[in-house]
């Protein structure tokens, strides 16, 4: 390995900046991942407008945690893997030893250890996550499709907890790449979708990835997006399911006024800390409502998602607009904030040959 690479880090909100650091050199139990493709992520955006309240407490840290590649060295103790495999790494693993743990519940872990760093040629990956939570990549799978598992296995996680029926209709409240997951899950799972959201590109992605209906309610009112949305539910009585994937006050409280007397609501978009919802008790209580929030993924549920996407059974890859060079990464944020694409893999230099020329934001 080369002894420096080049990386994008976090310094504040609207601050990441590509530079030169030293490549990383595993310890007892750890790996070096050479990172053949990493994918943009609407939390990436979001966390660079306004940082993040979990991942960046002590910048300047590393950026991304959507990648794939090839395992470049092996620290003492590492047992099963050796350089040369070709490997997508979850971005967590939990401790296995507290409270949430020992209930299941490993989305919940107290001592969840979170992984960044994917914008940049090398990772180093913790001994836990090469315990846990480190998968060898299908023949043939490309390393963009394997990025992509991480966001798959928190639609997945989303879909699971939403206690879909064969056959329920389901209305998912935006379009991003979350939503769209989202919707592709909710079809495995035998559902009616329907997607509401703005833009045509990512409508037409909903309708590829198994909606029945698309709706387009950018220019719409949040009361006429309730009216819209409410008249396409069967006899107008609300969705079966509906599942936030926007992340606003607003957004949660509309999600609430379309779903049917005892139906369920999924509170899947993280809002910015601090805000805060209201709504009216008593829908709540007489219309025996269930609300939940979901948060992340578990290592089943990321095996889950690799297998789906080695299967061709979720068509991952439709979400990528552009494979673009690593060192144009803060440019990839911008182009999302603009509304510009759904997503982009980023391509370190040493891949460059998956880069066909410059790539338009039409492919």
């Known amino acids: 390995m080369s002894r420096q690479m080049l990386a994008a880090l976090f310094y504040a909100p609207g601050d990441v900046r590509l530079e030169e650091r030293p490549v990383p050199e595993p310890g007892p139990g750890e790996i070096v991942l050479q990172i053949a493709a990493a994918t943009t992520c609407g939390t990436d955006v979001k966390t660079y407008v306004r940082g993040h309240p979990l991942l960046f407490k002590n910048p ?15 620290g003492p103790g590492v047992q099963g893997w050796k350089e040369g495999d070709a490997v997508v790494a979850a971005n967590s693993a939990p401790c296995d030893r507290c409270f949430y743990c020992r209930r299941g519940r490993y989305s919940l ?4 250890l979170l992984l960044n760093g994917a914008y940049a040629e090398y990772l180093l990956v913790p001994a836990r996550i090469v315990q846990r939570n480190l998968y060898r990549l299908p023949q043939g799978l490309s390393f963009t499709a394997a990025a992509l598992t991480e966001p798959l296995a928190c639609a997945l996680h989303g879909v699971e907890a939403s206690e879909i029926q064969p056959g329920d209709t389901v209305l998912i409240i935006g379009a991003g790449p979350l939503g769209l997951l989202l919707t592709a899950a909710a079809r495995l799972a035998g559902a009616r979708v329907l997607v509401s959201g703005h833009g045509e590109q990512r409508l037409a992605l909903a309708r590829q990835f198994g909606a029945e209906q698309t709706f387009e309610t950018g220019p719409l009112s949040l009361e006429e997006q309730r009216i ?11 969705a079966d399911v509906v599942i936030e994937a926007v992340g606003t006050p607003q957004t949660w409280e509309l999600a609430v006024s379309l779903v049917r007397r005892g139906g369920l609501v999924n509170l899947f978009g993280g809002c910015a800390s601090g805000t805060r919802i209201s709504l009216e008790t008593r829908p709540l209580h007489y219309d025996e409502l269930t ?10 549920y990321f095996a889950r998602a690799l297998e789906l996407i080695a299967s061709g059974q979720i068509p991952v890859e439709a979400l990528i607009s552009a494979r673009l060079p690593l060192a144009e990464a803060v ?18 230099p040493a891949f460059a040959q998956n880069l066909p020329g410059r790539a338009s934001l039409a492919e």
Request: charge should be positive.
């Open 60 to 74: 300047p840290a590393g950026f991304g945690h959507e990648a794939a590649g090839i395992v470049a060295a092996v």
């Open 109 to 112: 872990c107290e001592d969840l």
């Open 228 to 238: 819209l949305l409410r008249e396409a539910t069967p006899e107008g009585r609300g």
């Open 291 to 300: 609300l939940k929030g979901v948060f992340h993924h578990t290592p089943t």
């Open 331 to 348: 440019t990839a944020l911008r182009l999302l904030l603009q509304k510009q694409g759904v997503k982009y893999a980023l391509i370190p």
